[in-house]
């Protein structure tokens, strides 16, 4: 698939075929994520990765009942998750948790940069991903951190589950982007 292709049709999926992802292609993942680009090259990504749909749903369900008891309850999101049913994860077979070392400085921008790496490379290689914000603040929790065996040196940044993708969603709009053009011109020409 074309770069451009890749970007333009990639989109959130949130419909998973049973099929698992093997570990051989999760790793293959990750080897490219870190391709990125990172400020000074310090690479301060590491990455949890979880295979295995039931586990996942298991931890969905965690994941799900601590934001109900963190979210204000008439938030959208909130709503949202009042189902019980709801899966947090959309039944994905795997996920990549992006997680940064505390100490470097721009480690966020980074790990976000190999989060979209990583999704292009999915999307590029068939898979579906979806970006998983919502679990977040669970995974950094303490029970999170626990279930997750984070290291204390590590927040998590970007929770990613992947898959084969059941249904292939319609691309969502795009608003136009608003561009501020600088031309050098006026009061700063000629100084
Ligand atoms: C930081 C971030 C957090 C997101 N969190 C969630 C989430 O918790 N659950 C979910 O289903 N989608 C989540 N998404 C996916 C977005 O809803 C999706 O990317 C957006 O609606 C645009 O759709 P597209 O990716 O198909 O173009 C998140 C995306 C980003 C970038």
């Keep these: 698939m074309e770069l451009l292709d890749a970007i333009e049709s990639r989109r959130a999926v949130r419909s998973y075929t049973a099929e698992p992802v093997d570990a051989a292609t999760l790793n293959e993942l990750v080897h490219i994520a ?23 749903r298991e931890l969905g369900i965690l994941a799900a009942r601590h934001a109900r008891a963190h979210l204000p309850p008439e938030s959208p ?23 940064a070392e505390h100490d470097e400085p721009q480690a966020i921008e980074d790990c976000c940069l190999a989060a979209m790496v990583l999704m292009l490379a999915a999307h590029g290689s068939g898979l579906g ?11 950094n929790s303490p029970e ?5 065996e984070l290291p204390a ?8 589950v992947i898959g084969y993708p059941a249904v292939m969603p319609a691309p969502s709009p795009r608003r136009p982007p608003e ?3 600088r031309t050098g011109s006026g009061a700063m020409r000629g100084q």
Excluded: K
């Design 34 to 56: 870190v391709q990125a680009p990172s400020a000074m090259n310090h690479q301060p990504w590491r990455f949890v990765v979880v295979r295995g749909a039931p586990y996942l």
């Design 77 to 99: 999101l909130a709503q949202h998750l009042a189902d019980a049913g709801v899966e947090i994860f959309h039944g994905a077979p795997a996920l990549v948790l992006v997680c």
């Design 129 to 139: 991903t979806c970006w998983i914000g919502l679990s977040r603040p669970w995974a």
């Design 144 to 148: 999170g951190r626990a279930a997750l």
């Design 153 to 160: 040196s590590q927040v998590a940044v970007a929770p990613i």
């Design 179 to 181: 561009l501020l053009w």
